[in-house]
């Protein structure tokens, strides 16, 4: 498995709610609390935006949530705003001691 | 202020190796894991490998395994990253990340260090 599988692109309008999946197995995401969202705008570097799973870093809008149901994480992004519109990448911890990203979702404010 | 600055790109053949640095400043650089991460043109994010807060352990991912090596030097702040045997599908931005031990959290981002594969 050389990444955890995202969908290519998610769009929504403004003040919609949208979710991003981010699907591997049970020995990523499935085992392991260690999940993480980024925000990466182009040409920067990326953010963090949630940690273990559902953890809101200071600083983050609480409009960004995270979960996850068995080899599934996901990240909800409620009320969008244009300032939004950025690639989306899931992270998961493995049970090799080593980390593997998702292959990013791009999203698009209507 | 956190800062993790990296050195400046780099241009080698195939076949070659660099050497990138990543200095930090603003927080306890042997309280953190240093991981490494690309991102090649148009592509996705891909780990590389970590460095353990000790400096005594390190773990690379498998598509790595014999052409990187992970060093730092604790005296100056700095870590390193080596990569052998280049291919032109290196070609990327290498970015050193600051992590805070058993988060799994990415929380200090490097501005990343173009290296381009090139004959």
């Known amino acids: ?110 | 202020q956190v800062q993790l600055v990296q050195s400046g790109a780099e241009v080698k053949m195939p076949g070659a190796s660099v050497k990138v640095s990543c200095k930090a400043s603003g927080y306890t650089f042997t309280g953190h894991y240093m991981h490494w991460v690309r991102e090649a043109p148009g592509q996705g994010l891909e780990w590389m490998g970590w460095m353990h807060p000790n400096g005594d352990g390190t773990n690379y991912a498998q598509k790595f395994q014999g052409r990187v090596t992970m060093t730092r030097d604790t005296s100056i702040s700095t870590a390193y990253i080596e990569l052998t045997g280049l291919i032109s599908d290196d070609t990327a931005l290498y970015y050193c990340v600051g992590e805070p031990p058993g988060t799994g959290k990415f929380d200090y981002w490097g501005p990343g260090t173009l290296v381009t594969v090139s004959s």
Do not use: H
């Open chain 1, 1 to 110: 498995q050389s990444a955890l599988t995202q969908p290519a692109s998610v769009s929504g309008s403004p003040g919609q709610s949208i979710t991003i999946s981010c699907s591997g197995t049970s020995s990523d995401i499935g085992g392991s609390n260690l999940v993480s969202w980024y925000q990466q705008y182009p040409g920067k570097a990326p953010k963090v935006m949630i940690s273990e799973v559902s953890n809101r870093p200071s600083g983050v809008s609480n409009r960004f949530s995270g979960s996850k149901s068995g080899n599934t994480a996901s990240l909800t992004i409620s009320g969008l705003q244009a300032e939004d519109e950025a690639d989306y990448y899931c992270s998961s911890y493995r049970s090799d001691i080593t980390y593997i990203f998702g292959t990013g979702t791009k999203v698009t404010v209507l």
